[in-house]
């Protein structure tokens, strides 16, 4: 399918998510941008003001499956076919694991694990009757190493590479490719929230490439993901956006 498809992306009003939205609007996608808060969602609509009806804005919460539903079936009948998504929505706390509580354990899994799949599923559905799409999860390297602090996080983070995968061989058949990208450390407001002044020394110890990126820099790998013309074989991958950190070992000093 060509780019007069529809994308959802969700997460679309922050960090990386926002990043893959300005740059699938520049490619020319059709393009609904999902996410949970208000004032993100506003300040968004305001940036992407002069894209006109090329882009729309829900408010959605993905670990709720009737919203989600609503949120694919609205923007295949009403936006253009849905040819990709993009799942970006997620949440992280940075905490010890006796210090991390049931319900945080629980909440990190249903938002970051659980609504990555209900999009997943539900996009899957109307995809397998166009005849093909793309859906690409945002993973992390914490899904890959383990990460102090990252019980709850990295265990969310290493279902959603697992899922991936399994996705990866069911929709094969239906012509719908699933990938993830797994960044390292990116600056964005979720970072700045969790990543203290000694996580952040920790990582530029670890990351061969010694800085955190901009959100611009992962977004390339989400849009080659989902551009048949360009990754059209390439399914149940996840391409690290990592500087190295996953790569490396012992570094020099
Ligand atoms: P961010 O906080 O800037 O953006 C995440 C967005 O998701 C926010 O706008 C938030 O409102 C939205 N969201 C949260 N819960 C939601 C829900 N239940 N329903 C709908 N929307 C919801 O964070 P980011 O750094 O851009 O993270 C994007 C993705 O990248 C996340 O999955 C995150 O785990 C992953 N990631 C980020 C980094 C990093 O260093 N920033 C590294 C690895 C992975």
């Not at 919203?67 to 997620?90: C, I």
Request: hydrophobic fraction near 45%; charged fraction near 20%; aromatic fraction near 6%.
């Amino acid at each position: 399918m060509s780019k007069t498809g529809s994308v959802i992306v969700t997460g679309g009003a922050s960090g990386i998510g926002l990043a893959v939205v300005e740059d699938l609007l520049k490619e020319g996608w059709r393009v609904v941008a999902a996410d949970l808060a208000p004032g993100a969602i506003a300040r968004a609509r305001e940036a992407f003001t002069a894209y006109g009806d090329q882009v729309r804005f829900a408010e959605v919460d993905i670990s709720e499956e009737t919203a989600v539903a609503d949120l694919v079936a609205t923007t295949d009948d009403t936006f253009g076919p849905l040819w990709g998504v993009v799942n970006s929505a997620g949440i992280a706390k940075d905490v010890p694991a006796l210090e991390t509580s049931v319900e945080m354990f629980r909440k990190i899994l249903d938002v970051n694990l659980v609504g990555t799949f209900l999009v997943a599923r539900e996009a899957a559905k109307v995809m397998k009757a166009h005849g093909g799409g793309s859906i690409v999860n945002i993973a992390s390297v914490s899904g890959m190493r383990g990460n102090m602090g990252r019980a709850a996080y990295g265990s969310s983070k290493g279902g959603v590479l697992t899922l991936t995968k399994i996705l990866a061989v069911e929709f094969a058949a239906y012509g719908i490719r699933v990938n993830g990208v797994a960044p390292g450390p990116i600056e964005t407001p979720l970072v700045k929230e969790v990543h203290t002044k000694e996580a952040r020394e920790a990582w530029m110890r670890t990351v061969p490439l010694r800085r955190y990126a901009q959100p611009r820099e992962v977004s390339g790998a989400i849009a080659f993901l989902l551009d048949e013309t360009k990754s059209s074989f390439v399914t149940g991958e996840t391409i690290c956006v990592d500087g190295g950190f996953a790569s490396g070992g012992l570094l020099p000093s």
